[in-house]
């Protein structure tokens, strides 16, 4: 059996990160046609889909911080190839501090992290649950994070869990709900991510005491969470919608 992806046509949000430009490039190596997400950093995005047939990839700038512009990436998207794949990568990382007396941060950092880990990807998986059940088949692939089973291991990343929280059991329910109509919805939930948002900003003996922390020594590959979006996409296993698959190394185990 294969992963040929030749017959998917995907959205993938935010490529020109570590994470989602491995997951782009994945799908455009295994044939699919990808559309691809970046805010600001247009040469990255390219770059990730550099491999791909002329015309089988688009490069979309997006913000996606509210339900307005999550429909409009969905209409431009579609507006382009008919989608039966979304991806959802593209997250904003934000500290709030328990402690402390910087209330406006607090509340600016939450909100940011409200508007674009739980309503603009909820909406724009919203919008393409919609047009995948009219067609009969799409799937949904959400990244979420260890953090949204188990709280998060860093106090002050406490909005950033408890919105990738909110993702998944979003996820589950639209799964739930759509399950007889051909569209299925994962959830992959990884544990620290090399070059991900859990070492940015880190001193390289910070990122090694990081790994040194974890049960397998290392952190988690973002190839590996490529990998595990491509075979999602490519529904050899639709008893999987609703499911989180863990990705980290038994460093928790539920």
Not at 109 to 120: A, D, M
Not at 143 to 154: K, V
Request: net charge negative; with cysteine.
């Amino acid at each position: 059996m294969s992963d040929n992806l030749s017959n998917r046509t995907a959205l993938v949000t935010g490529v020109s990160g570590a994470i989602g430009s491995l997951i782009g490039s994945t799908f455009v190596e295994r044939g699919a046609r990808v559309a691809g997400t970046f805010r600001s950093r247009e040469a990255s995005a390219s770059a990730a889909l550099s491999a791909a047939c002329e015309g089988h990839t688009a490069l979309l700038q997006a913000e996606i911080d509210s339900p307005k512009s999550a429909r409009d990436l969905w209409r431009r998207a579609e507006a382009w190839n008919e989608i039966d794949t979304l991806v959802v990568n593209a997250a904003a990382m934000a500290s709030t501090p328990l402690s402390g007396d910087d209330d406006d941060a607090w509340d600016a950092n939450w909100q940011r992290l409200l508007q674009v880990n739980v309503l603009g990807a909820a909406t724009l998986m919203r919008e393409a649950a919609r047009s995948f059940s009219q067609r009969g088949y799409g799937s949904i692939i959400a990244i979420s994070s260890w953090a949204a089973e188990q709280g998060s291991r860093i106090p002050d990343a406490n909005a950033y869990a408890a919105s990738k929280a909110a993702l998944r059991n979003f996820a589950q329910t639209l799964a739930r709900s759509y399950a007889r109509d051909g569209v299925r919805v994962y959830v992959i939930a990884p544990g620290v991510v090399g070059g991900g948002m859990g070492t940015s900003g880190l001193q390289p003996e910070e990122i090694q005491a990081t790994a040194n922390g974890l049960v397998m020594g290392h952190h988690v590959d973002p190839q590996e969470v490529a990998e595990l979006a491509a075979f999602l996409a490519t529904d050899r296993c639709p008893s999987l919608t609703g499911s989180t698959i863990d990705l980290n190394g038994a460093s928790y185990i539920r």
